[in-house]
């Protein structure tokens, strides 16, 4: 591949990265775990600014949030101790989804995030588990809830003005029942024809609060709000499984206008989340 790239670098501190992607801007291109380089380098790009270095790859938990480095490999969280025990191990599931050994070797938790493939398994799992994104600019840091991020408009700053330099899950999410579920055209089929995620605050057989989030037949991952809206306060059993599956195909249906090619997909999705919710009832029981 022929491209015009002329220099390397290697930062070793978020404030000097942050200063050369504001310097370069569209000359340079921003690379962490490399699984996925751009098939067709911009001809603007002169420069390549390789993060491996920063000092980004913590997984620690305090009184207040669960942080994740944004330079942690998906192994790294897929084989966590402290994450097998958060949220029923829900995010070190999640990570083992839909690729290869060696791609989650190298692949980071900012690489699947930021980079805007609706069919990343992220995404889903910590819009649901109600994250926030510290991001790094030439501003300084700002803290934003995690949907936010997935705005095209923000998405559109990373790696040009924004960096990802870690996410912060809420304490109170470790006794959530939470499960992540897929279905692609195998186990390691990184194109899955559907995402989801139900993350439920289970206590004496009532479902006091549920996040449920898909993705891959939307353009991002999405909070379906009419089915949260129904499972508060409602019993978590069966009955309150099948409302909220009706739930997400009303909603999913009207987010892809009941296009033919999306349908296997939303009613894949509406299965995944009435089997998700089950599972998630019968363990936080």
Request: with cysteine.
């Amino acid at each position: 591949m022929r491209n015009n790239i002329r220099e390397f670098y290697f930062p070793a501190a978020v404030k000097e990265a942050v200063g050369l992607m504001t310097k370069l801007k569209s000359k340079a291109m921003i690379v962490a775990g490399g699984t996925r380089p751009p098939g067709d380098v911009p001809s603007s790009v002169e420069t390549v600014i390789d993060i491996t270095d920063l000092p980004l790859r913590h997984l620690q938990a305090d009184k207040g949030w669960l942080r994740i480095g944004a330079l942690c490999t998906l192994e790294e969280l897929e084989k966590s101790a402290l994450l097998k025990s958060w949220a029923r191990g829900v995010i070190a599931q999640t990570a083992g989804f839909g690729t290869t050994a060696l791609a989650r070797s190298m692949g980071t938790v900012g690489g699947n995030v930021v980079r805007p493939h609706p069919y990343n398994n992220l995404p889903p799992l910590f819009l649901a588990l109600d994250a926030l994104a510290v991001c790094a600019h030439d501003g300084g840091e700002e803290t934003v809830p995690f949907g936010d991020i997935l705005k095209p408009d923000i998405m559109r700053r990373f790696g040009h003005s924004w960096l990802l330099t870690e996410l912060r899950v809420p304490a109170h999410t470790k006794g959530w029942a939470a499960v992540s579920t897929r279905l692609g055209a195998t186990k390691s089929d990184w194109k899955g024809y559907a995402n989801c995620v139900v993350a439920a605050d289970v206590h004496g057989g009532v479902c006091r609060k549920a996040a449920v989030a898909v993705s891959a037949m939307l353009p991002r991952a999405t909070r379906m709000a009419k089915a949260e809206t129904l499972l508060a306060g409602a019993a978590a059993d069966e009955a309150a499984a099948r409302e909220a599956e009706a739930a997400v195909l009303v909603e999913l249906e009207a987010l892809t206008g009941k296009s033919p090619a999306k349908a296997h997909a939303v009613r894949t999705a509406g299965v995944l989340a009435r089997r998700a919710l089950l599972q998630a009832f019968s363990s936080g029981r």
